[in-house]
């Protein structure tokens, strides 16, 4: 096949040494056309216009970033040749004077970036929380730590009520197997897991846990405790369910006075002391117990809350 044609075209596009030194620039940064003017000291009308050419040849592509565009060099996009032709013109246009110069300005150029960065965090410190809510939401950083799951994990999320937990934990483990034992709940949860293929949904009684022993990697009692007349049962059904060296996270509510909850809620116990959850946890057969207070949320009406974490003995 006659490849001369290209090889010309390439020849072409690479045969100004402006193009070559807009190309030294966007092979080892992204940047805009004002931040190539100041580099190059050109004009915007003469950038643009070889940006064009390199655009038009597959040098160079863009993406947009707010009102401007970020060129970089299309390397993944050029054949083999065109790659060689290019590390050979690279290396005779280095050891011009201009291209000193390019890198000393490129140079400025992205520290004044940095500085406008840094700039912008020194008078934002103080509302940066706020902001990072408005724009990401309030657990973006939590949903993002899922991605450090273990992939191969089965996951038991005991007394999982509407599915939640289940629902964001499934696309990170390898199973997750939730147990609910209210009718009401039991039904929300299936219409919000029904289509997820790695969870499973059971009716049970926490104190009689519908699964066989050995068959949980992890298990989830969030929430849950406080409602039940036994957790030292639960945590020992859990125990049981649990292959040895595995793990329990319960999330719960600090101890508390707020005695309307019974009544509203139905809740039977009024949060638990590190104390007492230790001793139930070690008598199911648990070790390295490491219990946290976690941070109170501003927002939140409910009582402090608390995560304890344990290991099924070996």
Known sequence: MNTAPAILGWMTS??????????????????????????LQLPQSTVSRHLKVLADDGWVDWRPEGTSRLYHMAVDGLPPAARRLWTLTREQMSQ???????????????????????????SSAGKWDKLRRELFGERFDVLGLLA?????????????GTGQTSEMLSPYVRRVIAVESSAAMFKAAKARLGNLSNVELHRGDLNALPLDDGTLDVALLHLVLHHVAEPAAVLAQAARALVPGGRVLIIDMQRHERREYQHQMGHVWLGFEPEQLTGWLTDAGFTGVRIHPLPADPAAKGPALLSAVAVREK
């Open 148 to 160: 450090l799951l273990d992939p191969t994990w089965r996951v038991g999320d005991l007394g999982c």
């Open 96 to 122: 011009a004077i201009s291209a000193e110069q390019d890198d000393q300005r490129l140079t400025s150029v992205l520290a004044e970036r940095q500085s406008r960065s840094q700039a912008f965090f020194s």
């Open 14 to 39: 690479l045969a100004d040494p402006t193009r070559v030194r807009l190309l030294r620039l966007v092979e080892r940064h992204e940047l805009t056309v004002v931040e190539l003017c100041a580099v």
